[in-house]
């Protein structure tokens, strides 16, 4: 038995976040966290399907851990994905699984344990929901066997509880890929045509209920649960070269890496990640946040329910509900708006983020001038400058300088401030 | 014996703060702590009288504990708001009282002792000013009786060192209506025209020194003075369930109220009131100021010297000098300015201050964005929504929105910011 | 023998820097630090050679303690400068140091020992450099004798490794003047010709080689080492009257004056001066920065590398990396930028100030608006405002007001907030 893990997406509606395989949670890019779950599964030979954009990448981060194929048309989608495999993984049992969503290993083990004491062709993981998720339903019947998958059928008629989550396991993966070969559509459903053609043909599909963590990682403001998620997984503490000055504070859970300073009178709340080499500054609050590796947030900076990257640089700042790349650094008084003057939900690009708080969305390289406005939900993308001074409220394309335009009025100053003491103490 | 208190005014320049007589002081309405002093003072049957704009929320502020009667013509000022009580007040000995003085309650005290021991017909109390006030003073003879009220005689030409103040006790009241009713005048000082005919008609008057607080209370510059008042006299100490973190600072008189929490390196430097379910949270200083229940004082914020109502939110702002109503918001970096450049004192709508320290004046359910700044001494009114970074220089009508007008300069930027880690570094 | 320090320079390089002879370190003038050491090093009388516009208070500095005169064609320079002393001089033995450059006592130690023990008839300062600097190079010959100074000679073209300071000690004074008093040359390098006249005629003069501390102080960037320097030399500590609270921090090497006030959660990191009467208020940060007298460093700012003069008021501001006169303060949120967005050197004046970090340079007697932007290198000149909420890029002239235009957009909030306290209190 092989597992099939597709990681060829481009990534696009993660924008400016770059490939999202690679975004590193407290350390790890995330697809090694997934894949790893995989293999705990038990799971010891995984398939990895990557694009051209990003396969030499895959290679290098897993070395000999993994067998790593090109997915040609990235166009042809999931169907095209999982065709990648087929010279690979031959005609033995497959589970297929989109690194597109993030579940719990426990996700692994069952659909695993399902079909080693079960007797169906095909098992799909149905996740549990309590309300309506626009998604593919599995509709089952009363022997437990899947009849159809029905996508997005409106709230209120649901077929079950049950929404269909790419962690498939195929026993006879030789059937699928011909299925899967030989399917006619134009659209972006080709997979679950053929399943729906398989069903037809009586190959026996099982659902696997699935109760535990389920995250799509789809649009930027997924990271942070993703985030507190794996770091209630991990383990917690203090590494032994960081180093807390007497005053400073640190409350809740937190994970603090090699040679992380954390400076007098800075509090940290936790749950709080904070990755080798970063510096809290006097006086800063980080909480519920993930500072990557080499950031310094400075003085008098807040960060709250956030997720920086490496080497990110703050300085009396409010980074608020915010996720930033790597190598971005604010001038002292930026701030990302993370409300609304209404307190509506953001929208970004159409997309209701589901939350009124939403700060900024940065990509990698920027900097952005001392006391500008970043409003809420706005995407900078990598290698932009955003100059002092000024409201940025509209998305900014990748390699921009964006710069206010003003004009001073400079008149004969007729008022000649005293120097006299008495009356400038007055003011304390 | 029976008092009547004057609350029919509509505070207009009082705005955009909304109707004083039910501004929160420490919890409770200022016209409550007006008669909560007239009763300690032993006046058992108090008559308020109101204006259809508020005479129902005086009902529902004091149910039973006073009677309530409705000043129709509200044009016809204070002649007109004292006759509102004719009926009620019958003709028994009537102490009158306007509440748009705060006085300490030995005031009238004073006036009853006064009129208890003596022998006039009324008694009306002198507040002794060392220096010169635009107000009435009493002109009073050898006999110690009331030969006139002059009104704003101009400095160096006071009759006396006594400024009629509204606490005036009559003994006949159905005589004073009486000379109310009949007195002609177009002008707004119907009141003082009457008590003018009656001393010339020989009802003796007689003046009561009074040098205890006064503060009218008809500007909103004139809350914080009362507030101290009120604080003064109350009773000091932090509620039970307040949680004052182990590392946050409370130095000085404090009242601090249920359920209050404290966060650590917050300075709270009294004299300071925070009420109910109020957050102060870390970093943030609060010295010399009212803050209502249900507030949270963000990160790194001050609020100096003024006055908040309840549910104000600020988050690394600076509120100096300023009065704001409930639900009033500020985004990150909004800033009160408090002193003008030239350090001259405020003026507002042609008013000086007599300060050249005044910040904000809010009214209620205002959101204020980041980075914007509000000039000294500006009003903004109610329901207003003020945009991110702009400068308010001007007053604010109530429900209005305001936006800064810009545009951004967007070229393509030609630098390319290595992530080259040593030399990121230098910067630290 | 006597001393002729040279200070009737007019400091434009350092505009708006006022006159640098006057400027305090540490509370004393920089011109009195020098003369001191002169005398420390042995130079009992001491001449000053100032100019028309300083030489009242050259006098009133010094007082009986040196002999003051004026050079009166300033346009003459430094041949001018040491000229304007004839008279007084005579023709004892002189040794002739320019106030621009700040050196150790010990240089003038190395020159008088060499001079007490030598046969030459002048001794010139030669500062050992370890990589090239565009100044005056010394030419040895095989005897130790000086051939030539050669004017930045280029990068590996250096005749020595000594740069010509001027500390110059001639024992024929007589002879100096008559050479300066004939030179021949338009240029301003007439000193520099006759000591090469002197010694084609034969007057031996030889380098003292020396290894100490140097530091032109030409430009305003100047001040921070000097400050530096000084700093090191001087006796650490805090004054008795000084009060530090309880939960204020103080870390590193310190000079804390008279009455100076540090209030709780305030960090000073050292090397830091704090002159009399001065307030470091709640969770402010100074850093690596001298501080002047009567200076309030408000609430939640950072002062970091920086040179306050007296009564600097900061608020809520980070002052990075700036150089302020006397009577400066900050609105809330004001900021210098120190660095720029794409991390190059910062430039005055077409002058590459040799670092990427530099902040604001300001006069005195100036006055900053609340959330102000102020670009790296700016200079402001003395007797300004500066207005709120603008980004000033350029330099300022003394005595300008210099405000923003901008035009607001004001409409009808058609949003209704609501003042429910829960949804308000999901905001948290």
Not at 151 to 163: C, R, T, W
Not at 293 to 303: K, P, R, T, Y
Not at 387 to 392: D, E, K, L, R
């Given at each position: 038995m092989k597992a099939l893990v597709l990681a060829a997406g481009?990534?696009?509606?993660?924008?400016?976040?770059?490939?999202?395989?690679?975004?590193?949670?407290?350390?790890?890019?995330?697809?090694?966290?997934?894949?790893?779950?995989?293999?705990?599964?038990?799971?010891?030979?995984?398939?990895?399907?990557?694009?051209?954009?990003?396969?030499?990448?895959?290679k290098a981060l897993f070395g000999e851990m993994v067998q790593v194929v090109e997915q040609n048309d990235l166009e042809e989608g999931m169907c095209g994905a999982v065709l990648a495999g087929r010279e690979i993984i031959g005609d033995c049992a497959v589970m297929i699984f989109s690194s597109n969503d993030v579940v719990d290993?426990?996700?692994?083990?069952?659909?695993?344990?399902?079909?080693?004491?079960?007797?169906?062709?095909?098992?799909?993981?149905?996740?549990?929901?309590?309300?309506?998720?626009?998604?593919?339903?599995?509709?089952?019947?009363?022997?437990?066997?899947?009849?159809?998958?029905?996508?997005?059928?409106?709230?209120?008629?649901?077929?079950?509880?049950?929404?269909?989550?790419?962690?498939?396991?195929?026993?006879?993966?030789?059937?699928?890929?011909?299925?899967?070969?030989?399917?006619?559509?134009?659209?972006?459903?080709?997979?679950?045509?053929?399943?729906?053609?398989?069903?037809?043909?009586?190959?026996?599909?099982?659902?696997?209920?699935?109760?535990?963590?389920?995250?799509?990682?789809?649009?930027?403001?997924h990271v942070n649960p993703v985030f507190k998620y794996f770091f209630e997984k991990a383990e917690k503490g203090v590494a032994k070269s960081a180093k807390i000055a007497e005053k400073a504070i640190v409350r809740g859970d937190v994970i603090i890496g090699e040679n992380v300073k954390i400076f007098d009178n800075a509090?940290?709340?936790?749950?709080?990640?904070?990755?080798?080499?970063?510096?809290?500054?006097?006086?800063?609050?980080?909480?519920?946040?993930?500072?990557?590796?080499?950031?310094?947030?400075?003085?008098?900076?807040?960060?709250?329910?956030?997720?920086?990257?490496?080497?990110?640089?703050?300085?009396?700042?409010?980074?608020g509900d915010s996720i930033l790349g790597n190598n971005v650094s604010f001038g002292a008084g930026a701030v990302t708006g993370n409300l609304r003057l209404d307190e509506k939900n953001i929208v970004v690009d159409g997309v209701d983020s589901g939350s009124n708080k939403l700060g900024l969305i940065c990509g990698d390289n920027v900097r952005v001038g001392v006391n500008t406005s970043l409003m809420p939900g706005v995407k900078i993308g990598s290698g932009s400058f955003i100059?002092?001074?000024?409201?940025?409220a509209q998305d900014v394309e990748p390699k921009s300088f964006v710069r206010g335009s003003w004009e001073l009025k400079i008149s004969e100053n007729k008022t000649n401030i005293s120097s006299d003491r008495e009356n400038f103490r007055k003011k304390l």
């Open positions: 481009r990534s696009k509606r993660m924008k400016p976040v770059e490939d999202k395989n690679f975004l590193k949670f407290l350390g790890k890019p995330l697809l090694m966290w997934q894949v790893e779950m995989v293999k705990k599964a038990g799971f010891e030979e995984i398939v990895v399907v990557g694009g051209a954009h990003n396969l030499s990448r895959i290993e426990s996700a692994f083990e069952l659909i695993k344990e399902a079909f080693e004491r079960g007797d169906a062709d095909s098992y799909l993981l149905g996740k549990k929901v309590d309300k309506y998720f626009p998604g593919g339903y599995l509709e089952v019947d009363e022997d437990g066997l899947i009849k159809n998958i029905v996508e997005k059928p409106g709230e209120g008629k649901e077929p079950s509880d049950m929404v269909n989550l790419v962690v498939h396991l195929h026993k006879d993966s030789a059937k699928l890929f011909e299925y899967l070969a030989k399917v006619k559509s134009d659209a972006d459903d080709k997979y679950e045509v053929a399943l729906a053609e398989m069903m037809k043909d009586e190959v026996t599909m099982k659902a696997v209920s699935y109760d535990g963590f389920w995250q799509p990682i789809k649009y930027p403001w509090v940290v709340q936790g749950p709080c990640y904070i990755g080798d080499n970063s510096v809290i500054a006097n006086n800063a609050l980080v909480r519920e946040s993930h500072i990557g590796s080499g950031c310094v947030i400075g003085f008098s900076s807040e960060v709250a329910r956030s997720f920086l990257g490496n080497e990110v640089w703050t300085h009396s700042n409010y980074i100059g002092a001074g000024i409201v940025v």
